[in-house]
C-alpha cells in the first residue's frame, strides 16, 4: 500500500532544499533587482557605450570590443529586493553555478548557502574560489515570516576579473544614447538649425548627401543668442565651437572631432575612456553652407552617461515651478555623469568633496546607484582638494555610503584615512580645529594626502562658500562673494560645525568597527567641542552664532552650517531660524544643501518651500530661465562669471524634494528601517517614487479643506516611521480604515514600524 504521509514528507524536504518546486510551494513572489557589489544588471553587455544583444560568455571572450561591468571582490556582495507582500524575510538561500544550465537545474557547482536563517536582503560569497575570467550565474529563493518559501528569482551572471590595482571598487562602463534633433528648421538655402531639447555631453554624427564636395560650417553651442541662433559668446566657459567639415559628393556618414582643450588638459582631468572617445556640451547645432536636404535623421547626438534608469524615480506637486526644478536637477545628476566620477562639470572635469557631495545624495535620491559615489570617494580620498571643511566632507560621503547601502566594506577600507580626514591634529587647547595656528605641518599634510600646493598655496584653507568672482552684488545681496560678509579668523565658526559633526560620524563608525576605544574618544571630543563652541562662537546678547572666535558678527553661514549640524541650543533656534530666514539666498548654490537641511531640521517647511520655488535671480528657476536644461555653478553668470552649464553641485533640490519635503530618509542602513516625514509646506500635493536598495518607496501626500491623506508604499522587508503632519482643525486620525491614537509630537503622528506594504493615513476634522 502506498505511504501517502511518507511520500509528502519526503516532498517537503524536498521543496526545502530546492530539489522540487511545485506550484503549490511557490506561494510567494520571488526576489526582484539582484545585484552584485551593488551593481544591477551585472550581464549587460555595451559596444561603444550601446547596448548590445552579445551574450556575457561572448563579450568576456572578446573584451577588447565589449564593455561589461567587472567584479573585483574576491568575495563579492549579493543584494535583492523583495514583493511588497513579504513584510519580512526569515531565510534566504543562494545558488551559484559556472553556467545557466546547472543553475536552470538548480545546481550550484560553486555555491549552495542551503537554507540560512536571516532576514537579511543581503549576503557574502561563501563558496568555493571564484576564478578570474570566468562569468557566473546566481539566483536566490527567501521564507517569509511565516515560513513559507518563494519561487526562486530570475537568474543573474556577473564577470569575475582578477583585481585592479587602479580600480577598488566594481562599477558599470559608460553608457551611451543615440537622440534625434526635437526639432529642425530650414533658415535659408544651405542652412539649418537644429534643437535637441537639452544640453549633454555629447557626441555628433551626421549622414550628409551632397550634390558637391564642399566645405560645411557645423556651429554647436549650450545658449541661443536670438531665436535659430546659437550664442557665439555666451561666456567664458559656456561651450560655442565653430568647425569646417568637408564634405563629399554622394552620400557618407560623418563624425565631428572635437578638438582638445589645452588648458583642461593641462590640470589633469578624469580621461574619457577610448571606447567612448571625447565629448562636447551641447543642445543647438547650426549647419551653414550645405546645399543637400536634411531631416531629423540625418543629424544624430550621441549622449554619454553612467548608466541612468530614468523610471527609477518621479516627483510631482501642485506648483509647477517646483516641478521644472525636480526635472532640471534629476536630468543634471544623468547628464554630469559622462565620466564615471562626480566631476566638475566641464570646464575641469576633476573630482571636489564638495560637489561629490551634493552629487552622491543628489543621485541616490533620483537612482538607487552606489558605484558612483564610492568611486569618486577613493579618488578624493588620495587626490584632495584645498578647503578645509571638504576634506571633512570625505567622512559625511563615507557614512552616507554606508547608511544607503549596508555596506561597511567602504568604512573598513578607508577608517585609517578618514581619521586624519578629521583634521583632529589642528586642534588647540579649547579642542577647536584651525588652519591658522602654524599646525599644518609637512607630516600633517602627508597624512591627508595633499602632496601639491593649489594655485600656490601650501595646504588647506577655510572657504566658507564657493567664493564670487567679481563684485557683482544686485537688489538680493547684503555683501559681495557667497560667504554673506563672514569674517574669517583663527577660529572659524563653518569649520569647527563640520568637524563636531564628523566627529559624531566618527563615533557611529569606530562603533561600526567595534573600536571601543576610538569611539569613546570620538565621543569625549565631539563633547569638548560642543561646548567649546557654545563659548567661543555663541553671541550671548542675540543668541546667534558668530562667524569666528574674535568678531562680533554674525553670518547666513555660520548659523545655518550650526543649526544644520545640532549646534544650536533648542532656546536659540527660534532667533536663529528667524536670522536665517532674514539673509534669504545669501549663499551659492554649494551653500544651499545646507541651508535646505538647516530649514527643514528647524520646523521652517514654508519658507523653505519658497525658496525652492522662487522665481528671483538668485533661484533654481533662474537657471531654467538662463535657458539652461542642466543645473549651472552658480545662481547667474552676472555673480560668477566663469560658470559652466553642468555642475551639478546646483542639483541640491534633487534630494531636498526627497530627503526633507516628502521626508523620506533611512533611519538604519541598508534602508532597513527609514522614515516618511512629509513637510509639504502649502502645496495642494504632492506625489514621489523614490528607489532604494530594498525596491521603491512611494508617498502620496494631499491637503484640503476635509481631510489630509497620506499613501506609502513600503518595500519588502524595510519597515517605516511615518510622520503625519497635524492640521488645524483636524484631529481624527485613520490607518488603514482604523481609528488611531498615535502619539502627537512636535508637529506630527507618529506611527512607529508600519510593515510593508501600501498603507493609508486619514486626518479629518471631527
Not at 432 to 444: E, M, Y
Not at 607 to 625: D, F, G, V
Request: proline fraction near 6%.
Amino acid at each position: 500500500m502506498y505511504n501517502y504521509l511518507f511520500a509528502a514528507k519526503i516532498w517537503q524536504i524536498l521543496v526545502l532544499v530546492g530539489m522540487v518546486c511545485p506550484t503549490y510551494a511557490q506561494i510567494r513572489p520571488a526576489p526582484l533587482d539582484l545585484r552584485c557589489d551593488l551593481l544591477r544588471h551585472t550581464d549587460q553587455v555595451r559596444q561603444n557605450g550601446l547596448p548590445v544583444t552579445v551574450s556575457l560568455e561572448t563579450a568576456s571572450q572578446q573584451a577588447e570590443t565589449y564593455q561589461f561591468a567587472r567584479i573585483f571582490s574576491s568575495r563579492p556582495q549579493f543584494n535583492w529586493a523583495l514583493d511588497t507582500s513579504i513584510r519580512r524575510a526569515s531565510a534566504y538561500r543562494i545558488l551559484l553555478a559556472s553556467s545557466p544550465q546547472l543553475l536552470q537545474q538548480n545546481q550550484a557547482d560553486y555555491w549552495d548557502s542551503k537554507k540560512v536563517k536571516s532576514s537579511q536582503q543581503q549576503a557574502t560569497y561563501a563558496g568555493k574560489a571564484l576564478i578570474p575570467g570566468k562569468v557566473y550565474h546566481w539566483k536566490v529563493q527567501v521564507w517569509d515570516q511565516k515560513n513559507q518559501l518563494s519561487s526562486f528569482s530570475a537568474p543573474a551572471a556577473f564577470y569575475y576579473s582578477s583585481p585592479d590595482p587602479a580600480e577598488v571598487f566594481s562599477h558599470q562602463p559608460l553608457a551611451a544614447e543615440i537622440q534625434k534633433p526635437v526639432a529642425l528648421i530650414k533658415r535659408a538655402t544651405g542652412s539649418y538649425f537644429l534643437d535637441f531639447g537639452k544640453d549633454a555631453l555629447a557626441q555628433l554624427r551626421l549622414k550628409l548627401s551632397s550634390e558637391k564636395t564642399d566645405t560645411v560650417w557645423i556651429e554647436v553651442g549650450e545658449l541661443l543668442q536670438a531665436p535659430q541662433v546659437i550664442h557665439k559668446n555666451p561666456g567664458r566657459n559656456i561651450r560655442y565651437l565653430k568647425i569646417p567639415l568637408l564634405v563629399q559628393k554622394g552620400t557618407f556618414d560623418y563624425r565631428i572631432t572635437w578638438p582638445p582643450n589645452a588648458r583642461r588638459d593641462s590640470r589633469n582631468p578624469i580621461p574619457m575612456p577610448g571606447y567612448i572617445g571625447e565629448v562636447y556640451p551641447f543642445r543647438y547645432v547650426s549647419i551653414e553652407n550645405f546645399t543637400g536636404e536634411l531631416s531629423l535623421e540625418s543629424v544624430q547626438r550621441k549622449i554619454v552617461f553612467y548608466p541612468f534608469d530614468e523610471n527609477a524615480a518621479s516627483f510631482h506637486s501642485s506648483d509647477t515651478i517646483l516641478n521644472q526644478v525636480w526635472n532640471l536637477c534629476k536630468y543634471s545628476i544623468k547628464a554630469t555623469s559622462f565620466t564615471g566620477y562626480y566631476v566638475d562639470g566641464d570646464r575641469e572635469r576633476i573630482p571636489y568633496e564638495a560637489d561629490a557631495l551634493i552629487n552622491q545624495l543628489s543621485h541616490y535620491a533620483v537612482d538607487a546607484e552606489y558605484s558612483m559615489a564610492r568611486r569618486s570617494l577613493d579618488y578624493l580620498i588620495f587626490h584632495p582638494t584645498w578647503p578645509t571643511e571638504w576634506s571633512l566632507q570625505n567622512i559625511l560621503i563615507a557614512w552616507y555610503d554606508y547608511l544607503y547601502t549596508g555596506d561597511i566594506r567602504a568604512i573598513q577600507k578607508y577608517y585609517p584615512d578618514l581619521q586624519h580626514k578629521t583634521l583632529q591634529a589642528l586642534a588647540g587647547p579649547n579642542g577647536l580645529i584651525s588652519t591658522r595656528t602654524n599646525l599644518q605641518s609637512d607630516a600633517f599634510l602627508q597624512s591627508i594626502h595633499i602632496t601639491k600646493t593649489f594655485d600656490g598655496r601650501r595646504g588647506l584653507h577655510d572657504n566658507v562658500d564657493w567664493p564670487q568672482t567679481g563684485n557683482y552684488i544686485g537688489s538680493e545681496k547684503e555683501h559681495p562673494g557667497e560667504t554673506d560678509g563672514f569674517v574669517y579668523n583663527p577660529y572659524n565658526a563653518v569649520v569647527n560645525a563640520y568637524y563636531y559633526h564628523c566627529l559624531l560620524l566618527m563615533e557611529k563608525m569606530a562603533d561600526l568597527l567595534q573600536k571601543p576605544a576610538d569611539a569613546q574618544q570620538y565621543q569625549s571630543k565631539a563633547k569638548q567641542v560642543y561646548q567649546a563652541f557654545q563659548t567661543t562662537f555663541r553671541d550671548p546678547a542675540t543668541g546667534l552664532i558668530k562667524d569666528g572666535d574674535s568678531t562680533s558678527h554674525s553670518s547666513l553661514h555660520a548659523n545655518m552650517y550650526a543649526l544644520a549640524f545640532g549646534l544650536v541650543p533648542v532656546a536659540d533656534q527660534e532667533k536663529v531660524l528667524q536670522f536665517i530666514k532674514s539673509r534669504r539666498m545669501a549663499c551659492s548654490v554649494y551653500g544651499a544643501q545646507f541651508l535646505m537641511d538647516a530649514l527643514y531640521e528647524g520646523g521652517y517647511a514654508d519658507y523653505a518651500l519658497e525658496l525652492l520655488t522662487a522665481t528671483t535671480q538668485r533661484s533654481w528657476y533662474n537657471m531654467i530661465r538662463s535657458g539652461s536644461t542642466i543645473s549651472m555653478e552658480a545662481w547667474d553668470i552676472v555673480y560668477k562669471p566663469n560658470l559652466d552649464l553642468n555642475h551639478a553641485w546646483g542639483a541640491t533640490p534633487a534630494n531636498t524634494i526627497v530627503r526633507k519635503l516628502m521626508g523620506v530618509e533611512p533611519l538604519s542602513p541598508g534602508f532597513d528601517t527609514f522614515q516618511i516625514k512629509p513637510q509639504v509646506g502649502k502645496l495642494q500635493f504632492a506625489q514621489l517614487i523614490h528607489p532604494t536598495l530594498k525596491g521603491k518607496v512611494e508617498v502620496f501626500f494631499q491637503q484640503n479643506p476635509q481631510e489630509n491623506r497620506l499613501e506609502v508604499t513600503i518595500p519588502g522587508g524595510s519597515t517605516a516611521q511615518v510622520y503625519m503632519p497635524t492640521a488645524e482643525g483636524k484631529t481624527q486620525l485613520w490607518v488603514d480604515g482604523k481609528k488611531s491614537a498615535a502619539r502627537l509630537q512636535g508637529g506630527f503622528f507618529e506611527l512607529k514600524n508600519m510593515p510593508a506594504g501600501k498603507h493609508l493615513i486619514v486626518l479629518k476634522g471631527q
